[in-house]
T-cell receptor
Framework: EAQVTQNPRYLITVTGKKLTVTCSQN?????MSWYRQDPGLGLRQIYY???????DKGDVPEGYKVSRKEKRNFPLILESPSPNQTSLYFC???????????FGPGTRLTVL | QKEVEQNSGPLSVPEGAIASLNCTYS??????FFWYRQYSGKSPELIMS????GDKEDGRFTAQLNKASQYVSLLIRDSQPSDSATYLC?????????????FGKGTLLTVNP
C-alpha cells in the first residue's frame, strides 16, 4: 500500500529534551515536506526537501532541523523543544514540488 | 508572498443540498490546483486535482477552475453528514528558491441531517 508513515503518533515531552519524529514514504517520491498545524493558523510549512541531500527552509523553520540522507526518509528533529512547539505535525510527499502531496497520519506533540 | 484565500465559514448546509466552496489565489502562473478534505484531528486527504480551465467531475464532487479570475471552487452535490469536514484549497508556488504547496486556511463545512 502506498503510504506515508510517521512515528510516534503521539508524544508528550519536556522542554529541552531532544526528540526526532520520523517520516517515511514508499512511493519513491522526490519531494518531502514537514508542516505544523495550529488552530486559526492553518498548515504552515517547516522544511522541505526537493531530493536526497537537498533541504530548504519553509515558513516557520526556527527550532527545527531536518535531514534527507535517503529518498524515503525525512526525519524532523527538535534539538531543544519549547512549549510553543506544541502542535500537530504532518509529513507529506509528492513526485515533485508542483504535484499533489500525500500526507502522513500526523504526530501530536505536547511540550511541557 | 503567494496567497491562497478561502471563505473561512463555517458553512452549514442541509443533507442533500449542494455545498459550494470557494478559493482565490494570487500566483498567476500556477498550473495545478488541489482540494483536500480534513476531518478533525486527522491528516488532509486529497479529493480533487484540477489543471485546466473548466469543470472536472468525480462522483459527487465537481471542481471548477477559472485561471483568468484566479478562482477555483469545489461543489459537493447531494451533501451527506459524512462530508462534514474542513476543506483546504492548495496551490503550488515556485519563486526564487522556495518550492511549496500553499494552503488556504480552510472552510469548515457542516452537513445537517
Amino acid at each position: 500500500e502506498a503510504q506515508v508513515t510517521q512515528n510516534p503518533r503521539y508524544l508528550i515531552t519536556v522542554t529541552g529534551k531532544k526528540l526526532t519524529v520520523t517520516c517515511s514514504q514508499n512511493m519513491n517520491h522526490e519531494y518531502m515536506s514537514w508542516y505544523r498545524q495550529d488552530p486559526g493558523l492553518g498548515l504552515r510549512q517547516i522544511y522541505y526537501s526537493m531530493n536526497v541531500e537537498v533541504t530548504d527552509k519553509g515558513d516557520v523553520p526556527e527550532g527545527y532541523k531536518v535531514s534527507r540522507k535517503e529518498k524515503r526518509n525525512f526525519p524532523l528533529i527538535l534539538e531543544s523543544p519549547s512549549p510553543n512547539q506544541t502542535s500537530l505535525y504532518f509529513c507529506a510527499s509528492s513526485r515533485s514540488a508542483v504535484n499533489e502531496q500525500f500526507f502522513g497520519p500526523g504526530t501530536r506533540l505536547t511540550v511541557l | 508572498q503567494k496567497e491562497v484565500e478561502q471563505n473561512s465559514g463555517p458553512l452549514s448546509v442541509p443533507e442533500g443540498a449542494i455545498a459550494s466552496l470557494n478559493c482565490t489565489y494570487s500566483d498567476r502562473v500556477s498550473q495545478s490546483f488541489f482540494w483536500y478534505r480534513q476531518y478533525s484531528g486527522k491528516s488532509p486527504e486529497l479529493i480533487m486535482s484540477i489543471y485546466s480551465n473548466g469543470d472536472k467531475e468525480d462522483g459527487r464532487f465537481t471542481a471548477q477552475l477559472n485561471k483568468a479570475s484566479q478562482y477555483v471552487s469545489l461543489l459537493i452535490r447531494d451533501s451527506q453528514p459524512s462530508d462534514s469536514a474542513t476543506y483546504l484549497c492548495a496551490v503550488p508556488n515556485s519563486g526564487g528558491s522556495n518550492y511549496k504547496l500553499t494552503f488556504g486556511k480552510g472552510t469548515l463545512l457542516t452537513v445537517n441531517p
